[in-house]
DNA sequence: CGAGTCGTTGATTCTTTTCAAAGCCCGTGG
DNA sequence: CCACGGGCTTTGAAAAGAATCAACGACTCG
């Protein structure tokens, strides 16, 4: 799923819309007929397409991870999401994208013309329902993601942060204690609306705590998940 | 529309989805097949439903306005948006409500059971596309105040705020330089994720600057509209 | 008229940012 | 193979913006 559900476990939740892993087998492929047999790669820094952009694609992550944010005229950029693999990217009733992707690692995508999609929706209402479902669980993450941001501390947010990532490998079949960390300080900042000066003083601090152990900076270990789980939820420093 | 769009100027979309204030006639109504004859009356901080409920109708603004919020377990309270006449409340694939809904002041709402919304959405591609414009509308507002909390000052925020529902008069045909407020300093300030006490000082210091005139408290005067769209738009303070 | 809520203002504190510098990792090239 | 360079990360000290604590004022509703 697009990375972030901070707030509650939505554990629960259908898998719906976007949210399943595309490199687990355990769930059918949302939208794997809406794929057209065009696959793209994108190189680490290499944007999938811009704000303002004409959208004549949308895209499914295939391998990889993609960073979609806004920017500020005067450069202050908002990270809105990471897109992991599974997560559709570009969704949405208007004909320009309305914020930026940019691959933060070597991804591979697959392509979706926007006007089959449409065609497709509107013939199908299954294809419709399920890129509703997919629409809803973005809303989901950016409200989560919006509360986070507005109401946690530092500290809060990069556990939770670190929740949301944990949930996701085990959700994907993988070590839920073992975080990889494929963006930069700088794009956890700015998702976090931190500094990464603050960002790696947090990180600094959670390991001094003895919560999480940082093998390399892009690598992280959970050594108390619960402690984690509970900053993130915010129940006292 | 549900408040915010508080980055770009989105003036120039269609209208989709639930965007039309419903008091004006200029425009079709979205869902208006939707509607179920039943209204509901919500007094003022009645709640129309909680985080939680189980979802068997959503709501659609007749008159009034509803604020939708999260709240941390700590008590925390981010409010999402204000949704105005014409907004649709409570879409999304969840089966429970994924927020809380509180009316600000005395509030009519159309009653439209989840059931039926979901077979017409099925059977007809026209409601359902409309529900994914409506939908694809509030991810865009969410977005936009992310980017707002996440990235503005005070200053920035307040007049991102004031320029939306600037915005959203004149789209209305009301007033554009006529703001009413019919939320309190408190809902102000979990709307920007701020203090009441900030909300106060900012809303002091833009009138101080010439740029606004607080008439009464809930009354705001624009007297430098362009001022303030520099401020939200981040050019310097 | 009084109680209570809401809003404003002031003084102080605190978290995070800003500014600055050093350390580390990694790839490149000698 | 090791030195060098550059980007990323970490750490420290100072500054700033907003939060907190506190008190007062204004408006509303019984």
Same mark, same amino acid.
């Given at each position: 799923?697009?990375?972030?559900?901070?707030?509650?476990?939505?554990?629960?939740?259908?898998?719906?819309?976007?949210?399943?892993?595309?490199?687990?087998?355990?769930?059918?492929?949302?939208?794997?007929?809406?794929?057209?047999?065009?696959?793209?790669?994108?190189?680490?820094?290499?944007?999938?397409?811009?704000?303002?952009?004409?959208?004549?694609?949308?895209?499914?992550?295939?391998?990889?991870?993609?960073?979609?944010?806004?920017?500020?005229?005067?450069?202050?950029?908002?990270?809105?999401?990471?897109?992991?693999?599974?997560?559709?990217?570009?969704?949405?009733?208007?004909?320009?994208?309305?914020?930026?992707?940019?691959?933060?690692?070597?991804?591979?995508?697959?392509?979706?013309?926007?006007?089959?999609?449409?065609?497709?929706?509107?013939?199908?209402?299954?294809?419709?329902?399920?890129?509703?479902?997919?629409?809803?669980?973005?809303?989901?993450?950016?409200?989560?993601?919006?509360?986070?941001?507005?109401?946690?501390?530092?500290?809060?947010?990069?556990?939770?942060? /670190?929740?949301?990532? &944990?949930?996701? *490998?085990? @959700?994907?079949?993988?070590?839920?204690? =073992?975080? +990889?960390?494929?963006?930069?300080?700088?794009?956890?900042?700015?998702?976090?609306?931190?500094?990464?000066?603050?960002?790696?003083?947090?990180?600094?601090?959670?390991?001094?705590?003895?919560?999480?152990? /940082?093998?390399?900076? &892009?690598?992280? *270990?959970? @050594?108390?998940?619960?402690?984690?789980? =509970?900053? +993130?939820?915010?129940?006292?420093?």
């Amino acid at each position: 799923m697009l990375v972030m559900n901070l707030v509650a476990d939505y554990a629960g939740d259908q898998g719906a819309g976007s949210s399943v892993f595309s490199d687990t087998d355990r769930s059918p492929q949302p939208v794997s007929r809406l794929r057209g047999q065009v696959s793209r790669v994108a190189q680490a820094r290499e944007h999938v397409f811009f704000e303002g952009d004409k959208k004549d694609q949308v895209y499914q992550v295939e391998t990889g991870v993609v960073c979609l944010y806004k920017t500020l005229s005067d450069g202050r950029r908002q990270i809105l999401d990471f897109a992991y693999p599974g997560d559709l990217i570009g969704l949405g009733a208007l004909d320009e994208h309305v914020y930026s992707a940019q691959a933060i690692m070597l991804t591979r995508l697959h392509v979706i013309p926007a006007g089959r999609l449409h065609e497709m929706a509107c013939s199908d209402p299954q294809i419709g329902m399920q890129l509703y479902r997919a629409l809803s669980q973005q809303l989901l993450a950016a409200r989560d993601l919006l509360v986070t941001v507005g109401q946690r501390n530092a500290t809060e947010r990069l556990a939770a942060l /670190l929740c949301a990532l &944990s949930r996701n *490998n085990e @959700r994907n079949g993988s070590n839920p204690l =073992r975080i +990889a960390l494929p963006m930069t300080r700088a794009d956890i900042a700015d998702f976090l609306s931190l500094t990464i000066e603050t960002v790696s003083r947090t990180f600094t601090k959670l390991r001094q705590a003895g919560y999480i152990d /940082l093998a390399q900076a &892009s690598l992280v *270990n959970i @050594r108390d998940r619960q402690a984690l789980e =509970r900053l +993130a939820a915010g129940s006292a420093e």
